[in-house]
């Protein structure tokens, strides 16, 4: 009997049937071939629908409800302080080919038919037998040992941190990565939104769209060459996608090394410790666990209007558009809508982005107009307070035709126009709601799908947890994702105690003109600390890089929030200019260690770059002094 | 704003707008300066960073100010307007160079990121070096203004001391001006030394002084020394196409962290800047054509080789400009060693209405945001009732090589000479920065390493970052060092994604775990 269980993975064997041991550690011979009357189709079926309830369950008790054997053996587990699951045979329908079933894997006619742990365990007395000469109890210690430590759900940046990690610990660890194609039908591999169809593709078209403002300032530094260039979309596609093949393929390794199992089915939960992973040919297979992660993120929202889904695409089709796709109108305004229509401009696309109130909804609102009007300035046209009604297609292609109308939100005026692509970047909603959440009482806020856990990214079911953006009010950010996946992994299996800490989390966003910040907005920091407990120093610079080429002074912009009443403590940060992204990081490091106006002060410069702005503030907002820069 | 100062000084100290322009009288009336009133509270004697800070700081707190500045010109001949070595051969114009060969980059990079460019791609240095001169000028411009906003009086002179309330400048029409004040600070700089005893050295050779304003390419280019101003330079001509070649006779960038230094000379030998090493010149001579031919030898071997260049540059380090000042005359000490003014913490020199700050001032960083805030930060001690002293520690610094190098706080050699080996944690990544993916760049010396204590809470004593934007991403970091930052708080500090300075955030392998440093996926 010993080593019943003792094999920590038991998934296959558990599937598959092995040879039965003595009882009353006899293991269920679950697909044994058999007698039986029903037609064969149906009773595959009814034996897959009792397997997962005898796997899917630390105890399963088939039972009658009037039964009082059945209720001495429910009555004893109750007693031992153990979670059971019951079956009463009287109350469904198929009851009795329930029964025969039972009788078929068993060979035991009667009820209560009790498992625990996967094992047939027997009927009410071989349970009390069990019971009293220990082996009850050692099948139910086995029966935390799953066949797996910890699964995860989703193999984004925060899943994979959060696996790799635990099997560092020494954990056994699977992840489930399945990627639903989207309404256009692009699907992708390992890796989640960040590397195939986020940050990744999106900072390299940034990249791609910075090169073609560098061609353009080239000419003023003394380079040469023919004044005919163009961008062909395709080129730099193929070597993005190139790029992001190698990291996906890297992914996996990567969880081969590290003896994580992989997947490539999707996750749905069947019970408190039970999964079902459903692969592309629509087969399952069942998966148990001690601990859950759930990072299944989130996909970019759809506006549930005529058309939307067939002809609109969104940043999950965009990075690998076999085609240029024209003239683009990108619907809404958050930092995925303005990154896509800028970088999109930067290669002379006509674009217009539609929005239906304001930029950057969360950000500085300061700052967001900012990032718009350079925009803005360089080609970006905006369409203010407009939601599109419908979308037509007026012509198929690589890309075609799409007639979009659009409706004030002030007023009745309508608007249309015809654009070659239209861009939906309204949102995005986390993959929640086809976990199986509900069937293991897992909470869900039901307006938006977001997960809500404690400080300790556990759910409020206790052995299972989440990370990345399917948490509520957490940044939805992969460097977050990634460090409380790994900080978690840490917790569960490793003797840590550091938990993530969500505050002054730095983010920068890639516009044309990038933007970095961490901590308050000024709105927010306004409404927590009061105007009048707040100084704000600001200023315009001109980076030296952009004088020679010739570039917009005025524009760079460099803001902090100070708490006056807590030794001028930054607790904002704000910068509109180039490498935002690079510049910010650091000052977040400061941030960490209780960064004050004064220590900016005594901090010297780096010269020339944009990054010592920040150690020269001195004109206050609350002055009301001019910082724009005079001309030379 | 200075009449209401003036005003509260009193009748008795009334200023006297007196720039006496004397021929031979200056000694006498210089005496009459020496008895008690002053011209001015503050005379700044050089127009750079640090004398421009230190003058306007001075004149914001209602002082009266003059500032003198003179640019001897070059053993080439070449001179420049106000605001001294940054803005006019130094920090500025490398910088826009630098960003001249990035763009090279960029530009090769661009067709990988779908951009058409048609070939030929050629560079034009006369349109660089104009548009890079023009931008210099505006500047020089914009601190004439601003000296004038402030009412600080400005005199194009050569100044050396009288006695040490009093300077006597010369005009280049040779004309004599004596100005008098309270305090004096000497802001002069240095400029690049010349290996005199080099025949040719000073006939051909160019310096740091000249190449910024040089009218046609300098061609094929041996640029002799392997301080930062050196590999910058070389870095530069060979970022636009030019044959560089770097001759050391030792380390490279001595002061820096040799790890980092060897890096960053690695990386510019794989990009085409070649590199003599152990070799110093022993002549130039100019052939028939034009072209120089330079002499030298092989320190290990002994061997003497040869080679021909179109242009030799000086980088061999820097001289404080301090011959001229007259200091002996007034007791201003100076270490005889390096000619640099010896100074207190509070920029005092062993004359005590004398100061000095910046590049001229011994054991100070040459950096001119240092200068800026010594400067500044001394007017406010002088006129403002601050006692701030100058913070010399942590202060960060970029080399603009082609990839650039950051630092801030101690190297490896230096933590581990004041705190021995066994109590120094040295963390450290090789990382590829993304657009580097995609422009199938080489990133093998992408490198970021953090020196720490190895006692917990294993505080933070240097950074040294290799790589782009290597200033931009440094600077927030010196922040976080100058706040005590621990190992454990940065790497608590989320990383910004995609970025090269999430890399300083995510620091694990230790260099003692003998582990490999090399980054891979975004994990």
């Not at chain 1, 009814?46 to 054997?69: A, D, Q, W």
């Not at chain 2, 006129?383 to 990839?403: K, R």
Request: contains cysteine.
């Amino acid at each position: 009997m010993g080593k019943v269980g003792a094999v920590p993975n038991r998934r296959l064997a558990s599937v598959r049937g092995v040879p039965a041991t003595s009882p009353p550690g006899r293991r269920a011979r679950l697909s044994s071939p058999g007698t039986s009357h029903q037609p064969s189709e149906a009773r595959e079926e009814m034996r897959r629908r009792l397997r997962n309830l005898i796997e899917g369950n630390r105890v399963m008790i088939f039972s009658k409800t009037y039964c009082p054997h059945s209720t001495r053996v429910k009555e004893l587990f109750s007693s031992l302080g153990v979670d059971y699951n019951v079956l009463e045979l009287d109350r469904v329908d198929d009851g009795p080919r329930v029964q025969d079933m039972l009788t078929e894997i068993t060979n035991q006619k009667t009820v209560p038919n009790i498992f625990v742990n996967k094992v047939h365990v027997g009927g009410c007395d071989r349970t009390f037998q069990a019971h009293h000469n220990g082996l009850l109890q050692k099948l139910l210690q086995e029966s935390s040992a799953n066949d797996y430590d910890l699964i995860v759900i989703g193999g984004g940046s925060g899943g994979l941190s959060c696996a790799k990690e635990a099997a560092i610990l020494g954990k056994k660890v699977m992840v489930l990565d399945f990627v639903v194609p989207s309404p256009q039908g692009t699907s992708w591999g390992l890796g989640g939104t960040c590397v195939n169809v986020g940050c990744i593709p999106k900072k390299l078209m940034h990249q791609a769209a910075l090169l073609g403002q560098a061609l353009q300032d080239s000419r003023k530094f003394g380079w040469e060459y023919n004044q005919q260039v163009k961008h062909n979309w395709e080129t730099m596609t193929e070597a993005v996608q190139n790029h992001i093949g190698s990291l996906n393929w890297s992914y996996r390794l990567s969880l081969r090394e590290n003896g994580v199992a992989y997947v490539n089915a999707y996750g749905e939960f069947v019970d408190l410790h039970k999964i079902k992973a459903t692969n592309k040919k629509g087969q399952e297979t069942y998966f148990s666990a001690s601990k859950f992660v759930i990072a299944t993120g989130e996909r970019p929202r759809y506006l549930g209007i005529q058309g939307d889904k067939e002809y609109c695409i969104t940043s999950d089709d965009l990075f690998s558009l076999p085609y240029c796709p024209g003239k683009t109108l990108v619907v809404g305004a958050s930092y995925v809508a303005l990154e896509c229509a800028g970088f999109l401009a930067g290669f002379g696309l006509d674009v217009t982005v539609m929005v239906r109130s304001v930029l950057l909804r969360g950000f500085d609102q300061e700052m967001a107009e900012k990032v718009g009007s350079y925009m803005e300035k360089h080609g970006v046209k905006f369409l203010r307070k407009f939601v599109p009604l419908m979308v037509q297609q007026l012509e198929k292609g690589s890309p075609g035709k799409l007639k979009v109308l659009a409706k004030s939100t002030e007023g009745p005026e309508t608007i249309e126009d015809v654009y070659n692509t239209v861009l939906l970047a309204i949102g995005r909603d986390s993959c929640t709601r086809k976990l199986g959440l509900e069937k293991i009482g897992v909470k869900i806020n039901e307006k938006n799908g977001k997960i809500p856990v404690n400080d300790m990214e556990q759910t409020n079911v206790p052995h299972i947890y989440a990370i990345g953006d399917v948490l509520e009010g957490k940044p939805e950010l992969t460097p977050v994702a990634i460090k409380a996946g790994k900080l978690l992994a840490r917790r569960l299996f490793g003797a840590s105690l550091e938990k993530c800490d969500y505050i002054n989390v730095p983010t920068t966003v890639f516009t044309p003109l990038e933007y970095g910040c961490c901590g308050f907005s000024e709105e927010k920091a306004i409404e927590v600390y009061k105007k009048e407990n707040l100084e704000v120093y600001h200023t315009l610079f001109w980076p030296l890089e952009w004088t020679v080429a010739g570039r917009d002074n005025n524009t760079c912009y460099a803001k902090i929030i100070c708490n006056k009443f807590d030794s001028d403590r930054v607790i904002g940060f704000h910068i509109l200019g180039p490498n935002a992204g690079e510049i910010t990081q650091g000052f977040a490091a400061a941030m960490k260690c209780g960064l004050t106006k004064q220590l900016l002060d005594d901090t010297i410069g780096i010269h020339p770059t944009c990054g010592e702005v920040f150690t020269t503030l001195e004109i206050t907002k609350s002055s009301g002094l001019d910082v724009t820069q005079k001309g030379c | 704003m200075a009449a209401m100062a003036a005003a509260l000084r009193g009748p008795g100290r009334r200023f006297r707008w007196r720039t006496q322009a004397l021929a031979g009288g200056a000694r006498g009336a210089a005496r009459g300066a020496a008895a008690g009133q002053q011209d001015y509270d503050l005379l700044v004697i050089g127009g750079g960073s640090g004398g421009l800070a230190c003058a306007k700081e001075a004149a914001q707190l209602g002082r009266k100010v003059a500032v003198v500045d003179y640019v001897e010109p070059s053993p080439q001949g070449t001179r420049w307007g106000l605001g001294g070595t940054c803005v006019n051969v130094g920090c500025i114009p490398k910088k826009l160079m630098h960003q001249t060969a990035l763009l090279g980059g960029m530009i090769q990079d661009a067709h990988h990121y779908g951009w058409e460019v048609a070939q030929p791609i050629r560079h034009d240095w006369r349109k660089m070096a104009e548009a890079v001169q023009n931008h210099v000028k505006s500047l020089n411009w914009g601190h004439r203004v601003q000296l004038q906003d402030r009412k600080v009086k400005y005199f194009n002179i050569k100044a050396s001391f009288i006695n040490k309330h009093t300077v006597c400048g010369i005009a280049k029409s040779g004309k004599e001006t004596l100005l008098s004040a309270d305090h004096i600070v000497i802001a002069t700089g240095g400029r690049p030394r010349y290996p005199t005893h080099i025949e040719g050295a000073l006939e051909y050779g160019i310096t740091s002084d000249d190449i910024f304003w040089l009218k046609e390419s300098p061609g094929k280019t041996l640029v002799v020394g392997a301080s930062y101003v050196a590999l910058e330079c070389a870095g530069f001509l060979t970022g636009i196409k030019l044959d560089t070649t770097v001759m050391m006779r030792s380390i490279p960038l001595r002061g820096f962290d040799q790890q980092m230094s060897s890096l960053v000379m690695e990386h510019m030998e794989s990009h085409g800047t070649q590199f003599l090493k152990g070799c110093i010149p022993t002549c130039i001579r100019r052939l028939p054509d034009g072209q120089l031919q330079v002499t030298w030898e092989d320190r290990t071997s002994g061997k003497k080789d040869t080679g021909i260049f179109d242009t030799v540059l000086w980088a061999i380090g820097r001289i404080p400009e301090t011959r001229n000042l007259n200091l002996e005359e007034v007791g201003v000490n100076i270490n005889p060693e390096n000619q640099k003014i010896i100074v207190d913490a509070q920029e005092v020199t062993s004359v005590p209405n004398i100061y000095a700050i910046g590049d001229v001032a011994e054991g100070r960083p040459e950096l001119t945001p240092t200068a800026i805030m010594a400067g500044k930060l001394l007017a406010q001690r002088l006129f403002g009732q601050s006692s701030d002293l100058m913070d010399y520690n942590n202060v960060p610094t970029t080399v603009f090589t082609p990839l650039e190098y950051g630092c801030v706080g101690l190297s490896e050699e230096e933590a581990v000479a004041r705190h021995g080996q066994e109590h120094i944690e040295v963390y450290h990544a090789y990382y590829k920065p993304l657009e580097f993916t995609v422009a199938e760049r080489d990133a093998s010396q992408c490198y970021v390493k953090m020196v720490c204590l190895r006692e917990s809470p294993q505080l933070v004593l240097g950074l040294h970052f290799l790589g782009p934007n290597a200033g931009e991403v440094t600077q927030g970091f010196a922040l976080g060092i100058k706040c005590g930052a621990s190992y454990a708080q940065v790497m608590r500090t989320v990383g910004i994604h995609p970025t090269c300075s999430e890399e300083v955030v995510k620091l694990r392998i230790s260099k003692r775990s003998g582990l490999d440093p090399t980054v891979t996926g975004c994990g």
